[in-house]
């Protein structure tokens, strides 16, 4: 595969994931879709949770994704392996780019379809995020997997590739 293919392909992964996000944020979330009242502020952590954990799952199904992409590309002698530290790269703005999509998404469909409270005495009371480092997360889970997927293979693996290199000198 040419590799602005498998780029364009990664985009637009992040893309469709971070667009889905939202939107499930602006549905599942209290003060979103289906229940809560932006005026009670003690909803609005819940709501800034489920996005974080929306933002997770996104991260470690992007990373397994990518292990698994590698690893098939790799038994099957597709062209040339991306180097982890590109990985790496790719996953963490890619995530992050996702992330703010979400959010994004999740805020635009809260004022396209919500109703905001009345009497809105102060602008965030409507569907919003009040904690920003949750934008962080899918980046950082995405990278956590491919950490520990390195460090299995560097703990448990070695003894293996030992063998390999010996065997073909």
Same mark, same amino acid.
């Given at each position: 595969?040419? @590799? &602005?293919?498998?780029? @364009?392909?990664?985009?637009?992964?992040? *893309?469709? +994931? *971070? %667009?889905?996000?939202?939107?499930?944020?602006?549905?599942?979330?209290?003060?979103?879709?289906?229940? =809560?009242? *932006?005026?009670?502020?003690?909803?609005?952590?819940?709501?800034? %949770?489920?996005?974080?954990?929306?933002?997770?799952? %996104?991260?470690?199904?992007?990373?397994?994704?990518?292990?698994? +992409?590698?690893?098939?590309?790799?038994?099957? *002698?597709?062209?040339?392996?991306?180097?982890? =530290?590109?990985?790496?790269?790719?996953?963490?703005?890619?995530?992050?780019? &996702?992330?703010?999509? #979400?959010?994004?998404? &999740? /805020?635009?469909?809260?004022?396209?379809?919500? $109703?905001?409270? $009345?009497?809105?005495?102060?602008?965030?009371?409507?569907? $919003?995020?009040? $904690?920003?480092? /949750?934008? /962080?997360?899918?980046?950082?889970?995405?990278?956590? /997997?491919?950490?520990?997927?390195?460090?299995?293979?560097? #703990?448990?693996?070695? %003894? #293996?590739?030992?063998?390999?290199?010996?065997?073909?000198?």
């Amino acid at each position: 595969m040419p @590799g &602005g293919m498998m780029w @364009g392909r990664w985009l637009a992964v992040f *893309g469709i +994931t *971070g %667009a889905a996000a939202g939107i499930l944020w602006w549905l599942a979330a209290p003060t979103g879709a289906f229940y =809560g009242d *932006g005026k009670d502020y003690i909803e609005w952590f819940p709501r800034d %949770a489920v996005l974080a954990l929306l933002l997770t799952l %996104a991260g470690v199904g992007a990373g397994l994704l990518a292990l698994w +992409t590698r690893r098939r590309r790799r038994r099957n *002698g597709d062209g040339t392996v991306v180097p982890e =530290g590109v990985l790496v790269l790719v996953l963490a703005v890619g995530g992050l780019a &996702g992330s703010v999509l #979400a959010w994004r998404m &999740g /805020v635009f469909a809260g004022d396209l379809f919500g $109703s905001p409270p $009345s009497p809105m005495e102060n602008p965030s009371m409507v569907f $919003s995020l009040r $904690s920003g480092p /949750v934008l /962080v997360l899918w980046p950082l889970a995405s990278v956590l /997997v491919l950490f520990l997927r390195s460090l299995y293979s560097y #703990a448990f693996l070695p %003894a #293996a590739l030992d063998h390999e290199v010996g065997s073909s000198r």
